[in-house]
């Protein structure tokens, strides 16, 4: 009978000792099921949670096209020699600001010279057969001679009163004043002047070189009306209205820049697509004609239900959010994402699912981390 007493005292203290060397309970996340995860202070702190709840906003659809940066065309000067002539001096070089007004180049020929010998001598001749006509007019209110005398008087100062005009026009265009010319200052050289104020894209001469009238010496651009050209293709351009957003951002970059529909082109390309000229709602003077943009533009708009995309998590495929239970009991919950537009994004919950609920708006990736590492622990 001792001996049983003490087989029994021996199997309860056994028992007792492996109950006493179980692990304690250590502090990490509890789950009481694959969808449900609790966090203790410390842990809802560092997870940097942020609570919302569903909001609703007009919301469009996201058009992605590609286009390049251009401006209008009065803003882009191709400067020609309106006379043909040899480079006599320039201090231009690509990428230079010029100011409207600005001596680019000067040009120098022999023909200039003949001009303004041809100017000065039908000018002359102008001022006598004025005076010849007047007279012819004079004699013939007294009788004194013919009508046919008249006329032709009439004629031969009218003719040379059209050439006058015409070689005053020829000087006007290689910025010769025909007012101030005289036969003290005859010269062989002509200036040609920036017509508005921007940079230089091209430079084409060099001093010495001769020059045609059809050859184009510089190009020069203004940016202060930059705008992005956009390709649209036909079958989305009836989703297109003016004065819809859109958003675009050049190719290695991350920041997202802004502009508005302005024109939506009227003729289909051989490629199939439509131009939308769009107004940047920022200048920059970076920014430069030819570069390449992606970009979205908001098309038709409806009100939804969103929530900030940082509230969205993806998991094997579908989309969750986290809903909040109690202070820091959190449901991972299955949901629908449609649209977007920023940083929000249309979601529809569950049937049943009571849409004044908290939602984790932000941490919600710091909690699907927490809660898969426990399941696989």
Avoid at 104 to 130: A, M, R, T, W
Avoid at 332 to 347: L, P
């Amino acid at each position: 009978m001792r001996n049983v007493i003490l087989i029994t005292i021996a199997a309860f203290l056994f028992v007792s000792c492996g109950q006493n060397q179980s692990e304690p309970p250590t502090e990490s996340v509890e789950s009481a099921s694959t969808d449900i995860i609790t966090l203790t202070p410390d842990q809802y702190k560092a997870a940097n949670i942020g609570i919302g709840k569903i909001e609703r906003k007009a919301i469009g659809t996201m058009l992605h096209v590609n286009g390049m940066l251009d401006v209008p065309p009065q803003n882009l000067v191709t400067i020609s020699a309106p006379m043909g002539g040899f480079v006599k001096s320039t201090k231009l070089l690509q990428g230079m600001k010029v100011k409207k007004g600005e001596l680019l180049v000067s040009l120098e020929n022999q023909e200039y010279i003949q001009l303004q010998q041809d100017y000065l001598d039908n000018k002359s001749k102008l001022e006598y057969l004025e005076s010849e006509y007047q007279r012819q007019q004079e004699l013939a209110k007294e009788n004194v001679n013919s009508q046919k005398t008249v006329q032709q008087a009439k004629s031969q100062f009218q003719s040379a009163q059209a050439i006058v005009k015409g070689l005053e026009a020829k000087l006007g265009m290689i910025n010769i004043s025909p007012g101030s010319l005289t036969q003290d200052n005859i010269r062989s050289t002509i200036h040609l002047y920036a017509p508005l104020n921007g940079y230089v894209t091209v430079v084409n001469v060099n001093i010495g070189q001769f020059v045609n009238a059809a050859d184009v010496i510089f190009k020069i651009v203004n940016l202060e009306h930059l705008h992005a050209e956009l390709q649209v293709f036909e079958r989305d351009i009836h989703t297109l209205k003016i004065g819809q957003k859109v958003t675009f951002k050049l190719a290695n970059e991350n920041n997202n820049r802004t502009a508005t529909v302005h024109l939506i082109g009227k003729e289909i390309s051989p490629e199939r697509t439509v131009r939308v000229h769009c107004h940047l709602d920022k200048e920059d003077e970076n920014l430069l004609p030819g570069m390449y943009i992606t970009a979205s533009i908001e098309s038709e708009t409806a009100d939804a239900e969103v929530l900030p995309a940082d509230a969205v998590v993806s998991f094997e495929g579908d989309d969750f959010v986290f809903v909040q239970e109690t202070n820091n009991k959190f449901k991972m919950t299955k949901v629908k994402t449609g649209k977007s537009a920023g940083e929000y994004v249309a979601v529809e919950f569950p049937e049943g699912y009571d849409k004044a609920s908290p939602v984790v708006t932000r941490g919600a990736f710091n909690l699907l981390g927490m809660l898969k590492n426990t399941q696989d622990e």
